[in-house]
Nanobody
Framework: VQLQASGGGLVQAGGSLRLSCAAS????????MGWFRQAPGKEREFVAA????????YYANSVKGRFTVSRDNAKNTVYLQMNSLKLEDTAVYYC????????????????WGQGTLVTVSS
């Protein structure tokens, strides 16, 4: 499975961005998909995740109410809509697939995209 994340860029605080993660190599319709981020000098942290079936979604407290994760199984793509961006959202964002345990730990995810940089400016 190959994951390709895109959509990052420079945005002012309060603005919006939508990240995409396209999967190839295998259909992900039964995969649990997630987003993580890593800010400079910090560990990678959980952002959001979504199940394949009824599309249950999960969020870190820091992004709840501002970010929305969604997926299009027909396109093998997962999205992260980010609104009301804050300076502290600046990070490299990674998409991941297939969690074998707790979704909140990056250790439990099997496949990773290359990351896309989001920079929020004041």
């Amino acid at each position: 499975v190959q994951l390709q994340a895109s959509g990052g860029g420079l945005v002012q605080a309060g603005g919006s961005l939508r990240l995409s993660c396209a999967a190839s190599g295998r259909t992900l319709s039964r995969a649990f998909m997630g987003w993580f981020r890593q800010a400079p000098g910090k560990e990678r942290e959980f952002v959001a995740a979504i199940t394949w079936g009824v599309h249950n979604s999960y969020y870190a407290n820091s992004v709840k109410g501002r970010f929305t994760v969604s997926r299009d199984n027909a396109k093998n793509t997962v999205y992260l809509q980010m609104n009301s961006l804050k300076l502290e959202d600046t990070a490299v964002y990674y998409c991941a697939s297939e969690s074998s345990g707790s979704i909140y730990s990056d250790y439990n995810w099997r496949y990773w995209g290359q990351g896309t940089l989001v920079t929020v400016s004041s």
